[in-house]
């Protein structure tokens, strides 16, 4: 091959070489003007020259298809994969229209930075190891971002200091649930939740004695959950505690109605003399003081049928309410007063366990003594609701139990509401900090029902920890939006981020050398290889975030904070943590990208 190429060049040489005489003999063929071989030695060089043209001609050929073989072999087929950065005009077709949703930062067109907010139907993801700013970046923006009602899970109590102004500017109305008393200087009083009132609203609702047993039994699941790892052997034993729960839920609310707590519940199995007297009162065994038969001494069981709501349900649905939570308490009430009741001593200290933080020593006892927040407001179409869920981060153990007890309301409700179309945003920020109930099938179920979840955390294997494989799986699938904030430094998480960017074809060349000549390279061959759009390394050193919003191509963004929006700069309140006003170089400008109307209430 070498060879070839040699005598290639040799040739071409020649025929340069004999073109250049053939016109110079041609030019200067004046001289010989007078000769008769004049017009044969013309000629001869005109063929010379013609023929040098055709070689030479012959050969730019030759090298022109060598070039365009050789672009088009350094072009990859995408047999090895497709991956690639998606343009502005496709990051564009995934953003909100009405600058509604999660906001993933911005992105420089033309020389000014645009926003990039894509709303979604189901779930949303931003991963943000401590430190990076997620709170600054994307939870603020996001909640500020949002023009529907949302339920916000506030870990420290800074989302609420920093949004409140902000959002009651615009119109819409802020609550907040201080389960730790925090920031009341900013927050005000807090508001009260009690998750029994869905019984008691039950009870006063017309046919609504159907659904009480059901409710029930979801709450005290709810509050003696299963196990997140085994435990079967004990089914038994927790659906015993479950079955006090149920008794007792009840009959707090048909004795207290409107004032029933959880905290009276926990009075109730923690007294077993007044628990005795309880299931006695409902099946008819109480025995009255006072001389005689004890069995001409039983007082009649108590008077359900008396209840002011009884009227409200049919006669039948209230037959069969009183019938079955009758024999509910004597069931109960005979293992309990049998000569072996360590069966029922196991149910009793579960149901105990169960309610045990809900105690009325506690901040979550007085916060969900009353209610006064009714969370179909939510679904209310004439304003637009916040609630925020705050939870003393020193407290965690003691608090997180209301907490999912509140979401898990929140989410029966919105099931419920027959507004099915009108969304809620759930925005639960350090989610690997407290266990949101059911997460696995709300992650599933939420978009029919309007729920929208947004949900932030630090770590991956923190959110397997909490949650479960399965689960994290699941959040994989089911999300629209992920965003990867700048930072990342778990391997578990960067490997991911490569999997998900996927692999893109390039073109690899190899060379081959003459070992006997120096620094020879005798040949090359190019091969199609698949690359990683970004290595882990690549990531790791990334400052910006990655973002991958349903079937369109990965994008970067600039992380921009609020500090550097107009207006959210001085719209948001002041971080209690640091005491004074953040405020940093305007970067980007959203007064012509929103509706004034919506910035500044109606």
């Not at 070839?4 to 030019?27: D, E, P, V, Y």
């Amino acid at each position: 091959m070498a060879e070839a190429s040699q005598n290639s060049r040799q040739s071409l040489k020649s025929a340069l070489l004999m073109g250049g005489a053939a016109i110079i003999g041609f030019h200067y063929a004046e001289y010989i003007q007078g000769y008769q071989e004049y017009h044969l030695i013309r000629a001869v060089l005109a063929l010379m020259i013609l023929a040098s043209v055709m070689k030479l001609s012959a050969a730019a050929l030759r090298f022109a298809a060598k070039m365009l073989a050789w672009h088009y072999a350094n072009q990859s087929s995408g047999l090895k994969g497709t991956a690639g950065w998606a343009d502005w005009r496709e990051i564009k077709r995934q953003c909100s229209r009405r600058m509604n949703g999660m906001f993933l930062g911005a992105v420089r067109h033309r020389g000014r930075f645009q926003p990039v907010v894509s709303d979604f139907q189901s779930n949303a993801l931003c991963i943000a190891p401590a430190g990076t700013g997620k709170g600054i970046y994307t939870v603020v923006n996001t909640i500020l971002m949002i023009g529907h009602a949302k339920l916000i899970i506030d870990f420290k109590g800074e989302l609420s200091c920093l949004c409140k102004p902000a959002l009651e500017a615009r119109g819409e109305e802020v609550v907040v649930i201080n389960f730790a008393d925090l920031w009341t200087d900013v927050l005000g009083k807090s508001a009260y939740f009690n998750p029994l009132m869905l019984i008691v609203n039950l009870l006063w609702a017309t046919g609504g004695l159907k659904d009480v047993s059901d409710d029930c039994q979801e709450l005290a699941m709810q509050l003696y959950p299963e196990p997140s790892k085994g435990g079967d052997d004990n089914l038994y034993f927790r659906n015993g505690s479950r079955k006090d729960l149920t008794f007792a839920i009840i009959f707090v609310c048909l004795v207290y109605d409107r004032e029933a707590t959880l905290g009276e519940v926990a009075q109730l199995l923690n007294d077993r003399e007044r628990l005795l007297t309880s299931l006695q009162m409902v099946c008819g065994e109480l025995v009255l003081q006072g001389d005689g038969d004890p069995e001409s001494r039983k007082a009649p069981p108590l008077a359900i049928e008396d209840a002011p709501w009884i009227g409200e349900h049919d006669a039948i649905d209230a037959a069969n309410f009183i019938a079955w939570f009758r024999a509910l308490a004597a069931g109960l009430h005979n293992l309990m007063i049998s000569a072996d009741s360590r069966t029922f001593e196991s149910f009793l200290a579960g149901a105990q366990q169960a309610v045990d933080r809900f105690n009325i020593t506690t901040r979550v006892h007085e916060i969900t003594s009353k209610s006064t927040v009714d969370l179909n407001d939510l679904k209310r179409a004439d304003k637009v609701v916040n609630i925020f869920v705050v939870i003393d981060a020193s407290r965690l153990e003691a608090q997180k139990q209301a907490l999912g007890l509140i979401q898990w309301c929140a989410a029966l409700v919105i099931k419920r509401h027959e507004a099915k179309h009108r969304p809620v945003y759930l925005i639960s920020d350090e989610a690997t900090n407290f266990k949101l109930q059911e997460l696995h099938s709300l992650l599933t179920w939420g978009r029919g029902y309007g729920l929208r979840h947004f949900l932030c955390f630090q770590d991956g294997s923190a959110f397997i920890k909490v949650y479960g494989e399965e689960c994290f799986e699941t959040l994989l699938s089911e999300t629209e939006i992920k965003q990867f904030l700048p930072g990342q430094r778990s391997q578990k998480i960067l490997d991911l981020i490569v999997k998900l960017l996927g692999e893109q074809s390039v073109m690899a060349a190899g060379y081959s050398g003459n070992q006997k000549r120096f620094r020879d390279i005798g040949g090359h061959d190019l091969r199609e290889e698949a690359r990683a759009l970004m290595t882990p390394d690549e990531i790791r050193r990334c400052e910006h975030a990655i973002n991958i919003v349903r079937t369109a191509r990965p994008f970067l963004t600039e992380p921009i904070s609020f500090a550097e929006i107009a207006p959210f700069r001085r719209q948001v309140g002041i971080n209690p943590f640091h005491g004074k006003r953040f405020l940093k170089r305007i970067r980007l400008r959203l007064w012509r990208k929103m509706n004034w109307r919506f910035w500044h209430g109606l």
